[in-house]
Protein backbone atom coordinates (compact mmCIF):
# COMPACT_ATOMS: atom_id res chain seq x y z
CA UNK A 1 0.00 0.00 0.00
CA UNK A 2 1.16 3.84 -0.83
CA UNK A 3 1.29 6.11 1.99
CA UNK A 4 1.96 9.62 1.28
CA UNK A 5 4.16 10.83 4.73
CA UNK A 6 4.74 14.42 5.82
CA UNK A 7 6.73 15.66 8.23
CA UNK A 8 8.08 18.89 9.42
CA UNK A 9 11.81 19.59 9.80
CA UNK A 10 11.43 22.79 12.15
CA UNK A 11 12.00 20.48 15.72
CA UNK A 12 15.42 18.99 14.10
CA UNK A 13 16.36 16.72 11.54
CA UNK A 14 15.22 13.47 12.69
CA UNK A 15 15.79 10.45 10.35
CA UNK A 16 11.97 9.40 10.54
CA UNK A 17 11.82 6.79 7.63
CA UNK A 18 15.10 5.27 8.65
CA UNK A 19 14.08 4.73 12.17
CA UNK A 20 10.57 3.32 11.10
CA UNK A 21 12.44 1.00 9.30
CA UNK A 22 14.94 -0.06 11.89
CA UNK A 23 12.10 0.22 14.83
CA UNK A 24 9.48 -1.97 12.95
CA UNK A 25 12.19 -4.30 10.64
CA UNK A 26 9.57 -3.33 7.69
CA UNK A 27 11.67 -2.96 4.50
CA UNK A 28 9.92 0.61 3.08
CA UNK A 29 10.41 1.59 -0.54
CA UNK A 30 10.60 5.16 -1.00
CA UNK A 31 9.10 5.84 -4.39
CA UNK A 32 9.95 9.96 -4.51
CA UNK A 33 10.51 12.16 -1.77
CA UNK A 34 10.80 15.91 -1.83
CA UNK A 35 12.83 17.57 1.05
CA UNK A 36 13.62 20.70 1.86
CA UNK A 37 14.97 22.74 5.17
CA UNK A 38 11.55 23.17 6.77
CA UNK A 39 9.26 19.96 5.79
CA UNK A 40 9.45 17.00 3.88
CA UNK A 41 7.17 14.84 1.90
CA UNK A 42 7.71 11.30 0.72
CA UNK A 43 5.43 8.75 -1.41
CA UNK A 44 6.54 5.41 0.52
CA UNK A 45 5.26 1.51 -0.39
CA UNK A 46 4.69 -0.89 2.35
CA UNK A 47 3.24 -4.40 2.32
CA UNK A 48 -0.50 -4.35 3.25
CA UNK A 49 -0.25 -6.49 6.31
CA UNK A 50 2.46 -4.42 7.56
CA UNK A 51 1.05 -0.94 6.58
CA UNK A 52 -1.12 -0.24 9.82
CA UNK A 53 2.43 -0.93 12.09
CA UNK A 54 4.52 1.29 10.13
CA UNK A 55 1.41 4.24 9.79
CA UNK A 56 1.28 4.04 13.58
CA UNK A 57 5.15 4.34 13.96
CA UNK A 58 5.42 7.14 11.72
CA UNK A 59 2.63 9.19 13.59
CA UNK A 60 4.31 8.17 16.64
CA UNK A 61 7.14 10.33 15.45
CA UNK A 62 5.04 13.20 14.63
CA UNK A 63 4.65 12.49 10.97
CA UNK A 64 1.32 12.85 9.42
CA UNK A 65 0.18 9.85 7.23
CA UNK A 66 -2.05 9.42 4.44
CA UNK A 67 -2.91 6.18 3.21
CA UNK A 68 -3.36 6.54 -0.31
CA UNK A 69 -5.54 4.65 -2.05
CA UNK A 70 -6.09 5.70 -5.59
CA UNK A 71 -3.61 6.52 -8.25
CA UNK A 72 -3.98 9.17 -10.95
CA UNK A 73 -7.38 9.13 -12.23
CA UNK A 74 -8.87 10.09 -15.89
CA UNK A 75 -12.13 12.08 -16.52
CA UNK A 76 -13.47 9.69 -19.22
CA UNK A 77 -15.29 12.85 -21.06
CA UNK A 78 -12.61 14.45 -21.48
CA UNK A 79 -10.55 11.71 -22.62
CA UNK A 80 -9.72 11.28 -25.83
CA UNK A 81 -7.50 8.25 -25.73
CA UNK A 82 -4.82 9.85 -27.97
CA UNK A 83 -2.54 8.46 -25.44
CA UNK A 84 -0.37 10.94 -25.12
CA UNK A 85 0.63 10.27 -21.78
CA UNK A 86 1.73 6.77 -22.03
CA UNK A 87 5.20 7.21 -23.43
CA UNK A 88 5.58 10.28 -20.28
CA UNK A 89 5.21 8.12 -17.69
CA UNK A 90 8.04 6.49 -15.68
CA UNK A 91 5.95 3.98 -14.30
CA UNK A 92 4.19 2.94 -17.60
CA UNK A 93 0.54 3.25 -15.93
CA UNK A 94 -0.79 3.87 -19.27
CA UNK A 95 -1.89 1.81 -22.11
CA UNK A 96 -4.36 0.98 -24.48
CA UNK A 97 -6.42 -2.18 -24.61
CA UNK A 98 -7.04 -3.70 -27.78
CA UNK A 99 -9.85 -1.46 -28.49
CA UNK A 100 -7.43 1.19 -28.29
CA UNK A 101 -9.02 2.81 -25.06
CA UNK A 102 -6.74 4.38 -22.19
CA UNK A 103 -6.32 1.74 -19.74
CA UNK A 104 -4.81 2.58 -16.34
CA UNK A 105 -2.34 0.37 -13.91
CA UNK A 106 -3.30 2.89 -11.07
CA UNK A 107 -1.77 0.43 -8.63
CA UNK A 108 2.11 1.67 -10.43
CA UNK A 109 1.13 5.23 -9.89
CA UNK A 110 3.26 7.03 -7.67
CA UNK A 111 1.80 10.35 -8.50
CA UNK A 112 4.50 12.32 -9.72
CA UNK A 113 2.11 14.12 -12.02
CA UNK A 114 4.65 14.32 -15.23
CA UNK A 115 1.62 13.06 -17.21
CA UNK A 116 -0.84 16.19 -16.38
CA UNK A 117 0.85 18.27 -18.16
CA UNK A 118 1.28 15.98 -21.34
CA UNK A 119 -2.08 15.66 -21.35
CA UNK A 120 -3.92 17.58 -24.34
CA UNK A 121 -7.47 17.44 -23.11
CA UNK A 122 -6.56 17.93 -19.39
CA UNK A 123 -8.42 15.28 -18.49
CA UNK A 124 -5.59 13.33 -16.02
CA UNK A 125 -6.22 14.36 -12.07
CA UNK A 126 -4.27 13.84 -8.98
CA UNK A 127 -6.16 12.21 -5.45
CA UNK A 128 -6.79 15.05 -3.11
CA UNK B 1 -14.48 -4.02 -64.31
CA UNK B 2 -15.96 -0.39 -63.41
CA UNK B 3 -18.53 0.63 -61.34
CA UNK B 4 -19.98 4.14 -62.08
CA UNK B 5 -20.80 6.68 -59.05
CA UNK B 6 -24.88 6.66 -60.11
CA UNK B 7 -24.43 2.47 -59.84
CA UNK B 8 -23.16 2.82 -56.31
CA UNK B 9 -25.54 6.05 -54.68
CA UNK B 10 -28.36 3.56 -56.29
CA UNK B 11 -27.14 0.92 -53.96
CA UNK B 12 -27.05 3.81 -51.31
CA UNK B 13 -30.25 4.74 -51.93
CA UNK B 14 -31.91 1.00 -51.80
CA UNK B 15 -29.76 0.32 -48.68
CA UNK B 16 -28.05 -2.79 -50.59
CA UNK B 17 -24.54 -0.98 -50.29
CA UNK B 18 -21.81 -3.06 -49.34
CA UNK B 19 -19.74 -0.69 -46.75
CA UNK B 20 -16.54 -1.29 -45.14
CA UNK B 21 -13.89 1.53 -43.49
CA UNK B 22 -10.32 1.34 -44.79
CA UNK B 23 -9.42 -0.84 -41.39
CA UNK B 24 -11.39 -3.90 -42.83
CA UNK B 25 -10.70 -3.49 -46.77
CA UNK B 26 -6.83 -4.77 -46.61
CA UNK B 27 -8.39 -8.40 -44.84
CA UNK B 28 -11.25 -8.15 -47.46
CA UNK B 29 -8.85 -7.96 -50.75
CA UNK B 30 -6.36 -10.77 -49.04
CA UNK B 31 -9.46 -13.08 -49.22
CA UNK B 32 -11.75 -12.00 -51.89
CA UNK B 33 -8.59 -11.15 -54.35
CA UNK B 34 -8.73 -7.54 -56.20
CA UNK B 35 -11.26 -8.62 -58.49
CA UNK B 36 -13.02 -9.83 -55.65
CA UNK B 37 -13.15 -7.04 -53.45
CA UNK B 38 -13.96 -4.46 -56.20
CA UNK B 39 -17.18 -6.66 -56.50
CA UNK B 40 -17.85 -6.76 -53.11
CA UNK B 41 -17.65 -3.21 -51.96
CA UNK B 42 -19.40 -0.37 -53.07
CA UNK B 43 -17.73 1.85 -50.46
CA UNK B 44 -14.37 2.27 -48.28
CA UNK B 45 -15.01 4.74 -45.43
CA UNK B 46 -12.01 6.71 -43.72
CA UNK B 47 -11.92 8.42 -40.80
CA UNK B 48 -8.76 10.58 -38.42
CA UNK B 49 -9.62 12.58 -35.55
CA UNK B 50 -6.37 14.44 -34.27
CA UNK B 51 -5.04 18.22 -33.50
CA UNK B 52 -5.81 20.10 -36.42
CA UNK B 53 -4.70 23.60 -35.40
CA UNK B 54 -5.56 25.44 -38.76
CA UNK B 55 -9.01 25.29 -38.46
CA UNK B 56 -11.43 28.12 -37.52
CA UNK B 57 -14.93 29.06 -38.44
CA UNK B 58 -16.28 32.16 -39.82
CA UNK B 59 -19.54 33.75 -38.26
CA UNK B 60 -22.07 36.05 -38.58
CA UNK B 61 -23.84 38.20 -35.64
CA UNK B 62 -26.60 39.74 -37.52
CA UNK B 63 -26.85 43.67 -37.27
CA UNK B 64 -27.84 45.31 -33.85
CA UNK B 65 -29.89 48.07 -33.15
CA UNK B 66 -28.37 50.75 -33.86
CA UNK B 67 -25.75 49.17 -36.29
CA UNK B 68 -22.20 48.62 -35.77
CA UNK B 69 -19.43 47.84 -38.19
CA UNK B 70 -17.18 45.86 -35.29
CA UNK B 71 -13.44 45.99 -36.10
CA UNK B 72 -12.31 44.62 -33.39
CA UNK B 73 -13.33 41.38 -32.12
CA UNK B 74 -13.50 39.24 -29.08
CA UNK B 75 -15.10 36.38 -28.05
CA UNK B 76 -14.97 34.90 -24.33
CA UNK B 77 -11.59 37.78 -24.82
CA UNK B 78 -10.27 35.56 -27.64
CA UNK B 79 -9.71 37.97 -30.79
CA UNK B 80 -11.35 37.27 -33.42
CA UNK B 81 -10.46 39.00 -36.93
CA UNK B 82 -12.21 42.39 -37.66
CA UNK B 83 -11.32 42.82 -40.87
CA UNK B 84 -14.44 40.93 -42.71
CA UNK B 85 -16.86 44.30 -42.66
CA UNK B 86 -20.00 44.86 -40.28
CA UNK B 87 -20.87 41.77 -38.55
CA UNK B 88 -18.86 39.17 -39.78
CA UNK B 89 -15.49 37.24 -38.39
CA UNK B 90 -13.77 34.21 -38.59
CA UNK B 91 -12.10 32.97 -35.02
CA UNK B 92 -9.08 30.79 -35.40
CA UNK B 93 -8.55 27.83 -33.34
CA UNK B 94 -5.02 28.41 -31.85
CA UNK B 95 -5.87 32.21 -30.82
CA UNK B 96 -5.22 31.96 -27.17
CA UNK B 97 -7.42 34.18 -24.50
CA UNK B 98 -6.06 37.75 -23.92
CA UNK B 99 -6.58 36.94 -19.98
CA UNK B 100 -6.33 32.96 -20.30
CA UNK B 101 -3.22 32.57 -22.39
CA UNK B 102 -2.95 28.90 -23.18
CA UNK B 103 -5.89 27.82 -20.51
CA UNK B 104 -8.11 29.12 -22.76
CA UNK B 105 -8.75 29.88 -27.06
CA UNK B 106 -10.14 30.28 -29.93
CA UNK B 107 -10.83 26.17 -30.27
CA UNK B 108 -12.61 26.62 -26.67
CA UNK B 109 -14.63 29.16 -27.83
CA UNK B 110 -15.88 26.47 -30.90
CA UNK B 111 -16.63 24.06 -28.44
CA UNK B 112 -18.44 25.54 -25.85
CA UNK B 113 -20.42 27.05 -28.92
CA UNK B 114 -21.06 23.79 -30.13
CA UNK B 115 -21.50 21.99 -26.47
CA UNK B 116 -24.46 24.57 -26.10
CA UNK B 117 -22.39 26.87 -23.87
CA UNK B 118 -22.98 30.78 -23.91
CA UNK B 119 -20.12 33.56 -25.18
CA UNK B 120 -19.26 36.81 -24.78
CA UNK B 121 -19.16 38.94 -27.46
CA UNK B 122 -17.24 42.15 -27.30
CA UNK B 123 -16.87 44.87 -29.79
CA UNK B 124 -15.67 48.10 -30.81
CA UNK B 125 -15.59 50.61 -33.75
CA UNK B 126 -14.80 54.31 -34.79
CA UNK B 127 -18.52 54.64 -36.02
CA UNK B 128 -19.32 55.49 -39.12
CA UNK B 129 -22.21 57.58 -40.85
CA UNK B 130 -24.17 54.37 -41.73
CA UNK B 131 -22.97 52.58 -38.50
CA UNK B 132 -22.70 54.69 -35.79
CA UNK B 133 -22.90 52.41 -32.82
CA UNK B 134 -19.12 52.31 -31.10
CA UNK B 135 -19.09 49.44 -28.91
CA UNK B 136 -21.25 46.34 -27.98
CA UNK B 137 -21.30 43.61 -25.60
CA UNK B 138 -23.62 40.36 -25.89
CA UNK B 139 -24.04 36.78 -24.49
CA UNK B 140 -24.88 34.62 -27.82
CA UNK B 141 -25.94 30.87 -27.69
CA UNK B 142 -24.73 29.34 -31.36
CA UNK B 143 -28.46 29.19 -32.55
CA UNK B 144 -28.02 33.23 -31.93
CA UNK B 145 -25.86 33.60 -35.55
CA UNK B 146 -27.07 33.83 -38.93
CA UNK B 147 -23.87 31.39 -39.89
CA UNK B 148 -21.29 29.43 -38.11
CA UNK B 149 -19.43 27.75 -40.68
CA UNK B 150 -16.76 26.07 -39.91
CA UNK B 151 -13.50 26.35 -42.62
CA UNK B 152 -10.22 24.98 -41.96
CA UNK B 153 -7.47 25.51 -44.52
CA UNK B 154 -5.29 22.80 -43.40
CA UNK B 155 -6.97 19.17 -42.01
CA UNK B 156 -6.54 15.85 -42.53
CA UNK B 157 -2.63 15.42 -42.88
CA UNK B 158 -1.88 12.32 -45.28
CA UNK B 159 0.62 11.48 -42.97
CA UNK B 160 2.71 13.28 -40.00
CA UNK B 161 6.55 13.03 -39.21
CA UNK B 162 6.98 11.23 -35.54
CA UNK B 163 8.96 13.50 -33.07
CA UNK B 164 11.60 12.69 -30.64
CA UNK B 165 14.44 15.17 -28.78
CA UNK B 166 18.03 14.79 -28.46
CA UNK B 167 18.93 17.14 -26.49
CA UNK B 168 19.18 17.55 -22.56
CA UNK B 169 16.12 19.26 -21.57
CA UNK B 170 12.09 18.44 -21.84
CA UNK B 171 10.99 20.17 -24.92
CA UNK B 172 7.41 21.58 -25.33
CA UNK B 173 6.39 21.36 -28.98
CA UNK B 174 3.16 20.67 -30.83
CA UNK B 175 3.94 17.42 -31.23
CA UNK B 176 3.11 17.46 -27.08
CA UNK B 177 6.08 16.87 -24.50
CA UNK B 178 9.72 15.48 -26.06
CA UNK B 179 11.26 13.97 -23.20
CA UNK B 180 15.54 14.35 -23.09
CA UNK B 181 17.71 12.02 -24.48
CA UNK B 182 15.45 10.64 -26.82
CA UNK B 183 13.36 9.82 -24.04
CA UNK B 184 9.94 9.01 -26.14
CA UNK B 185 8.69 9.29 -29.73
CA UNK B 186 5.24 11.21 -30.53
CA UNK B 187 3.44 10.70 -33.45
CA UNK B 188 0.33 11.79 -35.35
CA UNK B 189 -2.35 10.48 -37.53
CA UNK B 190 -4.66 7.43 -38.21
CA UNK B 191 -2.49 5.34 -40.52
CA UNK B 192 -4.43 2.92 -42.29
CA UNK B 193 -7.84 4.90 -41.63
CA UNK B 194 -6.38 8.41 -43.07
CA UNK B 195 -8.50 9.86 -45.77
CA UNK B 196 -5.66 11.23 -48.13
CA UNK B 197 -3.86 7.69 -47.25
CA UNK B 198 -6.02 5.71 -49.16
CA UNK B 199 -6.51 7.97 -52.34
CA UNK B 200 -2.90 8.92 -52.34
CA UNK B 201 -3.20 9.63 -56.18
CA UNK B 202 -6.57 12.16 -55.23
CA UNK B 203 -8.66 10.51 -58.15
CA UNK B 204 -11.88 10.55 -55.78
CA UNK B 205 -11.04 13.26 -53.01
CA UNK B 206 -11.55 16.57 -54.43
CA UNK B 207 -13.60 20.09 -54.61
CA UNK B 208 -17.52 19.23 -53.12
CA UNK B 209 -16.64 15.68 -52.26
CA UNK B 210 -18.74 14.89 -49.19
CA UNK B 211 -17.23 14.43 -45.89
CA UNK B 212 -17.91 13.81 -42.12
CA UNK B 213 -16.98 16.39 -40.27
CA UNK B 214 -16.48 17.22 -36.68
CA UNK B 215 -20.18 15.20 -36.43
CA UNK B 216 -21.87 17.23 -39.36
CA UNK B 217 -22.14 16.59 -43.16
CA UNK B 218 -19.29 18.57 -44.52
CA UNK B 219 -17.60 19.08 -47.65
CA UNK B 220 -13.68 19.23 -49.36
CA UNK B 221 -13.08 22.93 -50.69
CA UNK B 222 -10.18 21.98 -52.34
CA UNK B 223 -6.68 21.12 -51.30
CA UNK B 224 -5.13 22.71 -48.00
CA UNK B 225 -2.50 25.01 -47.15
CA UNK B 226 0.77 23.45 -47.59
CA UNK B 227 -0.34 20.63 -49.61
CA UNK B 228 2.66 18.74 -50.50
CA UNK B 229 1.40 15.80 -52.28
CA UNK B 230 4.83 15.10 -53.57
CA UNK B 231 6.09 14.26 -50.77
CA UNK B 232 3.42 12.42 -49.67
CA UNK B 233 2.39 14.80 -47.16
CA UNK B 234 -1.13 16.51 -48.38
CA UNK B 235 -3.44 18.04 -46.80
CA UNK B 236 -7.40 19.71 -47.64
CA UNK B 237 -9.05 22.90 -47.16
CA UNK B 238 -12.95 21.57 -45.36
CA UNK B 239 -16.12 22.82 -44.43
CA UNK B 240 -19.06 22.03 -42.37
CA UNK B 241 -21.93 23.54 -40.43
CA UNK B 242 -21.00 24.34 -36.81
CA UNK B 243 -24.81 24.24 -35.67
CA UNK B 244 -24.84 20.47 -37.23
CA UNK B 245 -21.38 19.71 -35.34
CA UNK B 246 -20.90 17.06 -31.60
CA UNK B 247 -18.11 17.35 -28.91
CA UNK B 248 -17.79 14.20 -29.68
CA UNK B 249 -15.20 14.66 -32.52
CA UNK B 250 -14.65 18.42 -31.86
CA UNK B 251 -12.38 19.21 -29.02
CA UNK B 252 -10.41 22.55 -27.76
CA UNK B 253 -7.08 21.06 -26.22
CA UNK B 254 -3.98 22.50 -25.01
CA UNK B 255 -0.46 21.35 -25.55
CA UNK B 256 1.43 22.83 -22.71
CA UNK B 257 4.09 25.24 -23.18
CA UNK B 258 3.18 25.45 -26.75
CA UNK B 259 -0.61 26.62 -26.76
CA UNK B 260 -4.05 25.85 -28.26
CA UNK B 261 -5.66 23.61 -30.68
CA UNK B 262 -8.81 21.53 -31.84
CA UNK B 263 -8.63 17.96 -32.48
CA UNK B 264 -11.25 17.32 -35.73
CA UNK B 265 -12.84 14.51 -36.53
CA UNK B 266 -13.03 14.06 -40.32
CA UNK B 267 -13.75 11.28 -42.60
CA UNK B 268 -14.04 10.63 -46.24
CA UNK B 269 -15.91 8.11 -48.00
CA UNK B 270 -14.31 6.55 -51.12
CA UNK B 271 -16.56 4.82 -53.81
CA UNK B 272 -14.82 1.83 -54.63
CA UNK B 273 -14.87 2.57 -58.58
CA UNK B 274 -12.12 0.01 -59.91
CA UNK B 275 -9.16 -1.94 -59.39
CA UNK B 276 -7.31 0.85 -58.81
CA UNK B 277 -9.82 1.91 -55.82
CA UNK B 278 -9.31 -1.49 -54.37
CA UNK B 279 -5.48 -1.47 -54.61
CA UNK B 280 -5.24 2.39 -52.93
CA UNK B 281 -7.67 1.38 -50.48
CA UNK B 282 -5.87 -1.94 -49.50
CA UNK B 283 -3.19 -0.22 -47.70
CA UNK B 284 -1.58 -0.85 -44.23
CA UNK B 285 -0.29 0.66 -41.44
CA UNK B 286 3.04 -1.33 -42.28
CA UNK B 287 2.79 0.66 -45.91
CA UNK B 288 2.83 4.21 -44.66
CA UNK B 289 6.20 5.26 -43.35
CA UNK B 290 7.04 8.76 -42.06
CA UNK B 291 10.63 10.22 -40.58
CA UNK B 292 11.48 10.21 -36.85
CA UNK B 293 12.72 13.99 -37.01
CA UNK B 294 15.03 15.17 -33.88
CA UNK B 295 12.60 18.15 -32.74
CA UNK B 296 16.01 19.34 -30.42
CA UNK B 297 17.35 21.03 -33.80
CA UNK B 298 15.30 24.40 -34.06
CA UNK B 299 15.20 24.13 -37.87
CA UNK B 300 12.69 24.02 -40.70
CA UNK B 301 15.42 21.46 -41.93
CA UNK B 302 15.21 18.82 -38.94
CA UNK B 303 17.44 15.93 -39.44
CA UNK B 304 15.46 12.40 -39.79
CA UNK B 305 16.78 9.95 -37.24
CA UNK B 306 15.24 7.04 -39.56
CA UNK B 307 12.52 5.70 -41.22
CA UNK B 308 9.36 4.34 -39.20
CA UNK B 309 5.79 2.97 -40.60
CA UNK B 310 2.60 3.35 -38.66
CA UNK B 311 2.66 -0.17 -37.49
CA UNK B 312 6.04 0.39 -35.70
CA UNK B 313 4.82 3.36 -34.17
CA UNK B 314 1.44 1.77 -33.07
CA UNK B 315 3.51 -1.03 -31.50
CA UNK B 316 4.35 1.01 -28.60
CA UNK B 317 8.31 1.06 -29.37
CA UNK B 318 10.77 1.94 -31.36
CA UNK B 319 13.87 1.29 -32.04
CA UNK B 320 16.70 4.25 -31.79
CA UNK B 321 20.29 3.69 -32.68
CA UNK B 322 19.75 0.09 -30.42
CA UNK B 323 17.51 1.19 -27.56
CA UNK B 324 14.00 0.94 -27.19
CA UNK B 325 12.19 4.07 -26.79
CA UNK B 326 8.25 4.23 -25.96
CA UNK B 327 5.75 5.88 -28.83
CA UNK B 328 3.23 7.91 -27.68
CA UNK B 329 0.06 9.19 -30.19
CA UNK B 330 -1.31 12.36 -29.99
CA UNK B 331 -4.31 11.65 -32.09
CA UNK B 332 -7.19 9.36 -31.09
CA UNK B 333 -6.82 5.86 -33.09
CA UNK B 334 -10.18 4.68 -30.93
CA UNK B 335 -12.00 8.18 -31.78
CA UNK B 336 -10.72 7.73 -36.08
CA UNK B 337 -12.30 4.09 -36.04
CA UNK B 338 -15.37 5.86 -34.56
CA UNK B 339 -15.54 8.68 -37.28
CA UNK B 340 -15.09 6.19 -39.98
CA UNK B 341 -17.57 3.93 -38.40
CA UNK B 342 -20.20 6.88 -38.00
CA UNK B 343 -19.69 7.57 -41.73
CA UNK B 344 -20.23 3.68 -42.55
CA UNK B 345 -23.49 3.80 -40.75
CA UNK B 346 -24.31 7.14 -42.94
CA UNK B 347 -24.04 5.69 -46.22
CA UNK B 348 -25.42 2.61 -45.02
CA UNK B 349 -28.69 4.10 -44.06
CA UNK B 350 -28.49 6.28 -46.92
CA UNK B 351 -28.17 9.93 -45.20
CA UNK B 352 -25.32 10.04 -47.31
CA UNK B 353 -24.23 9.74 -51.51
CA UNK B 354 -21.47 10.14 -53.04
CA UNK B 355 -20.06 12.39 -55.95
CA UNK B 356 -16.97 12.61 -57.45
CA UNK B 357 -14.53 15.92 -57.51
CA UNK B 358 -16.11 18.96 -59.80
CA UNK B 359 -12.00 19.86 -59.29
CA UNK B 360 -9.52 17.89 -58.98
CA UNK B 361 -6.52 18.67 -56.75
CA UNK B 362 -3.10 18.39 -57.79
CA UNK B 363 -1.33 14.94 -56.80
CA UNK B 364 2.04 16.20 -57.33
CA UNK B 365 3.44 19.64 -56.44
CA UNK B 366 5.70 19.84 -53.74
CA UNK B 367 5.55 22.65 -51.05
CA UNK B 368 7.94 25.79 -51.29
CA UNK B 369 9.52 26.92 -47.78
CA UNK B 370 9.13 31.30 -47.25
CA UNK B 371 10.94 33.33 -49.87
CA UNK B 372 12.80 35.87 -47.38
CA UNK B 373 13.67 38.95 -48.82
CA UNK B 374 15.26 39.88 -45.86
CA UNK B 375 17.74 37.45 -43.87
CA UNK B 376 17.28 37.76 -40.32
CA UNK B 377 20.07 38.65 -38.19
CA UNK B 378 23.02 36.30 -37.66
CA UNK B 379 25.23 35.68 -34.67
CA UNK B 380 28.36 36.93 -37.10
CA UNK B 381 26.48 40.85 -37.25
CA UNK B 382 26.81 41.34 -33.42
CA UNK B 383 29.40 39.36 -31.77
CA UNK B 384 31.91 40.14 -30.02
CA UNK B 385 35.55 39.13 -31.85
CA UNK B 386 37.63 40.51 -29.16
CA UNK B 387 37.82 37.46 -26.88
CA UNK B 388 39.97 37.24 -23.50
CA UNK B 389 40.48 33.67 -23.16
CA UNK B 390 42.67 31.60 -20.28
CA UNK B 391 44.12 28.74 -20.57
CA UNK B 392 43.43 25.43 -18.37
CA UNK B 393 45.93 25.16 -16.24
CA UNK B 394 46.77 28.88 -15.39
CA UNK B 395 45.75 29.85 -11.69
CA UNK B 396 42.60 30.92 -10.60
CA UNK B 397 44.16 34.91 -9.67
CA UNK B 398 45.52 34.85 -13.31
CA UNK B 399 41.69 34.59 -14.50
CA UNK B 400 40.70 36.87 -11.81
CA UNK B 401 43.36 39.37 -13.29
CA UNK B 402 41.98 38.73 -17.03
CA UNK B 403 38.50 39.42 -15.63
CA UNK B 404 39.50 42.73 -14.57
CA UNK B 405 41.36 43.55 -17.35
CA UNK B 406 39.49 42.37 -20.19
CA UNK B 407 35.91 44.20 -18.86
CA UNK B 408 34.08 40.80 -19.08
CA UNK B 409 32.29 38.41 -16.80
CA UNK B 410 33.12 35.69 -18.85
CA UNK B 411 36.42 33.69 -19.79
CA UNK B 412 36.38 30.74 -22.33
CA UNK B 413 38.98 28.43 -20.99
CA UNK B 414 40.98 26.83 -23.56
CA UNK B 415 43.05 23.57 -23.91
CA UNK B 416 46.92 23.60 -25.28
CA UNK B 417 45.66 23.62 -28.44
CA UNK B 418 43.35 25.89 -28.37
CA UNK B 419 39.98 23.99 -28.28
CA UNK B 420 37.34 25.64 -26.14
CA UNK B 421 37.22 22.81 -22.53
CA UNK B 422 35.21 24.98 -20.29
CA UNK B 423 34.03 28.37 -19.18
CA UNK B 424 34.92 30.53 -16.20
CA UNK B 425 32.53 33.55 -15.19
CA UNK B 426 33.39 36.20 -12.63
CA UNK B 427 31.24 34.53 -10.03
CA UNK B 428 33.14 31.16 -9.97
CA UNK B 429 36.45 33.16 -9.86
CA UNK B 430 35.00 35.20 -6.73
CA UNK B 431 33.75 32.16 -5.31
CA UNK B 432 36.59 30.32 -5.45
CA UNK B 433 38.63 33.21 -3.92
CA UNK B 434 36.24 33.93 -1.40
CA UNK B 435 36.50 30.38 0.00
CA UNK B 436 40.10 29.43 -0.75
CA UNK B 437 40.55 25.40 -0.72
CA UNK B 438 41.82 23.03 -2.95
CA UNK B 439 41.24 24.74 -5.96
CA UNK B 440 44.06 26.67 -7.56
CA UNK B 441 44.15 26.04 -11.27
CA UNK B 442 40.89 27.68 -14.02
CA UNK B 443 40.49 23.75 -14.38
CA UNK B 444 39.38 22.70 -11.05
CA UNK B 445 36.67 25.72 -11.03
CA UNK B 446 35.71 26.24 -14.44
CA UNK B 447 32.38 24.59 -15.96
CA UNK B 448 33.10 21.59 -18.37
CA UNK B 449 29.59 22.09 -20.16
CA UNK B 450 29.99 24.96 -22.08
CA UNK B 451 26.77 25.75 -24.25
CA UNK B 452 27.98 27.53 -27.85
CA UNK B 453 26.35 29.31 -31.07
CA UNK B 454 28.75 29.59 -33.93
CA UNK B 455 28.45 32.82 -36.31
CA UNK B 456 25.82 31.24 -39.29
CA UNK B 457 23.65 30.56 -36.30
CA UNK B 458 20.21 32.94 -36.19
CA UNK B 459 20.31 35.31 -33.30
CA UNK B 460 16.69 34.15 -32.02
CA UNK B 461 18.45 30.50 -31.62
CA UNK B 462 21.58 32.16 -29.90
CA UNK B 463 18.66 33.96 -27.85
CA UNK B 464 16.52 31.23 -26.95
CA UNK B 465 19.67 29.36 -25.15
CA UNK B 466 21.03 32.11 -23.28
CA UNK B 467 17.22 31.97 -22.22
CA UNK B 468 16.42 28.20 -21.49
CA UNK B 469 19.80 28.07 -19.89
CA UNK B 470 20.26 31.18 -17.78
CA UNK B 471 23.13 32.60 -19.04
CA UNK B 472 24.36 35.72 -20.05
CA UNK B 473 27.29 34.76 -22.78
CA UNK B 474 28.28 32.16 -25.21
CA UNK B 475 31.27 31.36 -27.19
CA UNK B 476 31.51 31.36 -30.48
CA UNK B 477 33.25 28.81 -31.89
CA UNK B 478 34.54 27.40 -35.45
CA UNK B 479 34.22 24.16 -36.96
CA UNK B 480 37.11 22.99 -34.75
CA UNK B 481 36.04 24.24 -31.36
CA UNK B 482 37.96 27.24 -31.66
CA UNK B 483 36.79 30.29 -30.12
CA UNK B 484 36.39 33.04 -32.48
CA UNK B 485 34.21 35.07 -30.56
CA UNK B 486 31.38 35.83 -27.63
CA UNK B 487 28.02 36.88 -27.80
CA UNK B 488 26.91 38.24 -24.32
CA UNK B 489 23.58 39.60 -23.67
CA UNK B 490 25.24 43.42 -24.44
CA UNK B 491 25.85 42.57 -27.63
CA UNK B 492 21.86 42.00 -28.34
CA UNK B 493 21.57 45.65 -28.06
CA UNK B 494 23.10 46.45 -30.88
CA UNK B 495 20.06 44.59 -32.51
CA UNK B 496 18.41 48.03 -31.89
CA UNK B 497 18.99 51.07 -33.01
CA UNK B 498 20.88 48.91 -35.49
CA UNK B 499 19.74 48.11 -39.50
CA UNK B 500 17.94 45.12 -38.06
CA UNK B 501 14.93 46.99 -36.77
CA UNK B 502 13.86 49.02 -39.73
Known amino acids: MKLLVTFSRKKGRKPIIAQVVRDTGVLINVERAIIDSSEGEALIDVPDDQCQLVRDTMISLGANVHLLEHGISVNESECVDCGACISICPREVFSLDSDFKLKLAEEKCVLCGKCIEACPQQALMLPL | ?502
Open chain 2, 1 to 502: MHKSIDQINERIRDGTARVVTAEEMPAIVAELGELGALKEVDVVTTGTFGAMCSSGAFLNFGHAEPPIRMERIWLNNVEAYGGLAAVDTYIGATQQSDTLEEQYGGAHVIEDLVAGKSVELRASSRGTDCYPRRTITTDLLLEHFNQAIMCNPRNAYQRYNAATNSTDRVLHTYMGVLLPNCGNISYSGAGVLNPLSNDPKLRLIGSGVPIFLCGAQGMVIGEGTQHSPAGGFGTLMVTGDLKEMSQDYLRAATMTGYGVTLYVGLGIPLPVLDLDVVRATAVRDTDISVDLLDYGVPSRNRPALRKVTYADLRSGVVEINGEEVRTSSLSSFRKARQVAGELKHWVETGNMQLTLPTRLIDSKKPVKPMHQSVKGPRVLDIMDRQVVSIGQDEEITTAAKKLLKGDTNHLPVINKDNILVGIVTTFDVSKAVANPGKAHLVRDIMKKKVITTTPDEAVDIAVQKLEKNNISALPVVDGGHHVVAMLTAIDLGKLFGGRWLK
